[in-house]
């Protein structure tokens, strides 16, 4: 089995998220995407904090009809700052013939060997950056070369994806502007109806 780790603080997710992890299933074969929501993220300052419950019940939604897709909650489940080494060494246990994966945004892939024990991250999982945009592509697949020299495994998507991020649907609520676009319905009624990011 080909497994693949989808972490971040998907405060909220939205229609980019669920787009990047189908074509991560498509490029690579993939029989199953965790979708992993960190508690603490250490590498960035998490705004509009809400509660983690709030985070996981938006992902169970977002990905409710994605056969392929599950939603973890391994990392609100341990205590402390989310690091990815740690989440790998814990899937490797629960699939131990598996073959790991991790789905990184394109800043993620960029600085990953300066990230908690690395090494543990390269000896467990292929790395897949995703690119911003065409442009970027270029920039990943060169520090594909210093990660390799690492003893890295990588891949880097190379079909487009929605460029949305969370930051813009958090601005967009506060606003009173519509993000039907940018989340999938169930989310939308989800945050309209608990009042989130208000």
Request: hydrophobic share 40%; charged share 20%.
């Amino acid at each position: 089995m080909k497994t693949a780790m989808f972490g971040g603080s998907f405060n909220p997710v939205h229609k980019g998220h669920v787009q990047l992890a189908s074509a991560f299933i498509g490029q690579l074969s993939l029989d199953r995407v965790l979708i992993v929501p960190s508690l603490i993220p250490p590498h960035k300052q998490v705004h509009d904090r809400i509660d983690p419950q709030h985070r996981l019940k938006m992902c169970e939604l977002a990905f409710e009809h994605s056969e392929k897709i599950q939603v973890c909650d391994i990392e609100l489940r341990r205590q402390g700052a989310s690091y990815t080494y740690e989440t790998l060494q814990q899937l490797h246990e629960m699939y131990p013939q598996d073959e790991l994966f991790l789905i990184t945004g394109a800043d993620m892939f960029m600085t990953i060997e300066s990230w908690r024990h690395p090494e543990i991250i390269f000896s467990l999982a292929t790395v897949c950056g995703v690119p911003r945009d065409s442009d970027s592509i270029t920039q990943l697949q060169q520090h594909e070369d210093v990660l390799h020299s690492l003893g890295a495994r990588t891949a880097v998507l190379d079909a487009g994806v929605m460029t949305v991020s969370s930051t813009e649907v958090r601005r967009r609520i506060r606003a009173g502007e519509d993000i039907s676009p940018l989340v999938p319905a169930a989310v939308e009624e989800y945050i309209i109806g608990n009042g989130l990011y208000r």
